[in-house]
């Protein structure tokens, strides 16, 4: 079974690769989860408006696993935001999840109404010290955002901003203001919605190791001080692959070609919910 990294920045213990469920359906979610327990993987990705909580909730309840040696993360769905609702929400995702608590809950995106994010996080806080969740976060929150939500929550409060991150799509400011605050990059998307696999940069350094462009991308992401990456797939061969990295390092001129690769493109920028992208 393949050994996974944890990430300890602010007392979390997320393993550094993961698996995201974005995009499948409740009957993908049943078939894969086993394949992905077995392979190794103990972080699931899940999120309510992804509908398949119910899925993975009954994937972690018939795998055989303890609860605690598998780290959970769901996120609220923007429609949940108002304080008193925000709770009410959780405990339905845990109902679904089949457990009592989550590792990680997160805002899903940056989307508030009048009254800004302030009242929104203080019942994201209150989730915490209620027991409902045992570290939370935010996702697709853009520089200004991040540091607005940590001045208001306090230093080591928030474990992660979960955003889009690949190859073709640089992070270096994020990460630095991330960095200062300890925070986790959790990258969705790792492998730019597969447009890694086929990259002859990739495919080449990857020649060197016995590893896939694939292989090489996530590598080149989980090497980087406070990242993590949930790749999502519904074919088990390509998810026991994506968790097959941690044997092999990059090489500091492997790095350089990789980082040449950024071309600021984004895929997931919905017109609706996306802030004022910082890049």
């Known amino acids: 079974m393949n050994e996974v990294p944890l990430l300890a920045a602010n007392d979390l213990d997320m393993p550094a690769l993961g698996f995201g469920t974005f995009q499948l359906d409740e009957e993908t979610v049943k078939a894969i989860l086993p394949e992905a327990f077995e392979a190794g993987y103990r972080h699931v990705d899940t999120a309510q408006v ?9 994937a972690l309840a018939t795998s055989g696993l303890a609860r605690k040696d598998v780290f959970l ?139 896939t462009a694939a292989q090489v991308a996530l590598r080149w992401l989980t090497e980087q001080d406070r990242v993590a990456a949930i790749p999502a797939t519904s074919n088990p061969h390509h998810a026991r692959a994506n968790i097959d990295i941690f044997n092999f390092s990059l090489s500091d001129e492997d790095r350089a070609r990789i980082g040449k690769l950024d071309k600021h493109h984004r895929i997931c920028a919905p017109e609706d919910l996306s802030p004022e992208w910082d890049d």
């Open 50 to 58: 992804y509908g398949n909580e119910s899925a993975v909730g009954h």
């Open 73 to 211: 993360t769901t996120k609220v769905w923007i429609d949940r935001y108002d304080p008193e609702d925000l709770l009410n929400s959780v405990r339905e995702s845990l109902e679904r999840l089949q457990t009592d608590y989550v590792d990680l809950l997160l805002l899903h995106w940056p989307v508030f109404g009048r009254n800004g994010m302030n009242p929104t996080l203080e019942s994201l806080m209150r989730a915490c010290a209620d027991g409902l969740t045992r570290h939370v976060g935010i996702s697709n929150f853009n520089i200004d955002q991040t540091q607005q939500a940590v001045s208001f929550c306090g230093e080591g409060v928030l474990a992660t901003n979960q955003v889009e991150y690949h190859v073709y799509l640089g992070q270096q400011r994020l990460r630095r203001v991330l960095g200062r605050h300890n925070l986790v990059l959790t990258a969705y998307m790792p492998l730019a919605k597969a447009r890694c696999v086929n990259d002859p940069v990739l495919w080449e350094i990857g020649s060197q190791y016995g590893k």
